[in-house]
């Protein structure tokens, strides 16, 4: 069996190279389809949970299986995995690490992991020592400046710190994590001793150093700096970029997988050599787009011939084995680009992660209820106010937003822009009561700019 490391050089190299290799879309469906024939009838017949779920399915028509999701994955945990995990022992192991910040210990050779839990579904993801070693080489191939035998410092700012994350340490490469649920005050010192070449975190996190940065209390000069865990909106990017001189790039990492990572252009790319993706699109003529916590479904009114841009993804992992991820829903709302990135690669290209599924405002519109995704909310929110410090939007009726922003006096334009952004959408506009912005600093939640805090079926 190859070493860890022979493992990760491997992938490292694989991964780079696929563009070049693969060269169109058509390509890059076509190695799926050949990849996906190989891969899923073994891992289906060691997974006692995919074996029976998929019973009576042929592999040639695997893009048609039945859809999964985290509650099913949840609920058949202990049947799931191809290792024979219990999921009382794996929370036993996680919830440990998340006391005791020490985040060691494996089940055998099986690091073990819990998602941030923001859609109220904490999700737990394990990962074998091979699995842990291609994700490493994966992850260097798409986000590492230069060379792998360059040397290079990574800080890492996260919730929690997994064997999946320090995997990627090296000689070469000097690998630290920032514990987000240590005050923020403590990691100014260590990090400007660190002085990283690669700086990666939430843009919450990201942005506060930026400040301190631009204050001259923080002196450091990262390289690159990479965006993770939460959406990265325009006037974060521009403040981080601004204070390092740095490009801001951007990974999406779910616990599903290594789902996709910016190119050299700046778009994010669908790492499709690692991933298939579906999209269930959201928008469009007829779409059923799914509204509130509670599972009931909106439609859009009959005739809209708007173009389809915003849909949630079906995941299937084509290496991953230990916790197959074969046409697993996301709850994420992703974008796609308009168009084809400039860099040349095959691979899918996206807009944006645009956030939650749930967190879709919706409006009412002349037939019935209409998505406001968050990418056209922000988009008004810049043109109208783009002093603003800081702001949360929680829509908390179909037509009541309360929003919070820093400076006050920017509120007014803001819930203008607000409201227009719902008028372009056919939905009438909503009442926005504005108040004041408390204290931002980062810490281990996730940032929600926009949250909607009601359930359609419950309306």
Known sequence: MATSGAVLLRTYLRTRSFDARVRTPAGVARWQERRARRFLPGVVAASPFYRDHLAGCGVDDWRSWPIVDKGMLMAAFDRWTTCGLRLADALAVADGAERSRDFAPLLGDVAVGLSSGTSGRRGVFVAGARERAAWAGAVLARTLPGSILARHRVAFFLRANSRLYEAVGSRRLRFRFFDLCEPFESHL????????????????????????????????????????????????????????????????????????????????????????????????????????????????????????????????????????????????????????????????ALAAVDGRRDDVFIGEGAVGRVPVFADALRRAFVVAAPEAIGWRAVQTAAGRIELAIEPLGAGGRAAEGLRAAFIDAGARPPDVEVGPLGPERPGPDKRRRLVRAWSVDAA
């Open 189 to 348: 010192s260590p990090l400007a001793t660190l002085d990283p070449t690669v700086l990666v975190g939430p843009p919450s996190l990201l942005a506060a150093l930026a400040d301190e940065a631009a204050g001259g209390r923080l002196r450091i000069g990262p390289r690159k700096v990479i965006s993770v865990a939460e959406t990265l909106e325009p006037p974060d990017e521009a403040r981080i970029r601004a204070a390092f001189g740095a490009p801001v790039h951007q990974v999406y990492q779910a616990t599903e997988g290594f789902l996709a990572a910016t190119c050299g252009r700046g778009t994010l790319h669908v790492n499709e050599d690692i991933v298939a993706i579906e999209p269930e699109w959201l928008d469009g003529a007829g779409i059923d787009v799914a509204g509130g916590r509670g599972g009931a479904a909106m439609v859009m009114h009959a005739g809209d011939d708007r173009p389809r841009t915003h849909f949630t993804p079906i995941v299937t992992d084509l290496h991953r084995t230990t916790q197959p991820v074969i046409r697993y829903r996301l709850d994420d709302v992703l974008v796609a680009a308009p168009h084809a990135c400039p860099c040349g690669s095959p691979r899918r």
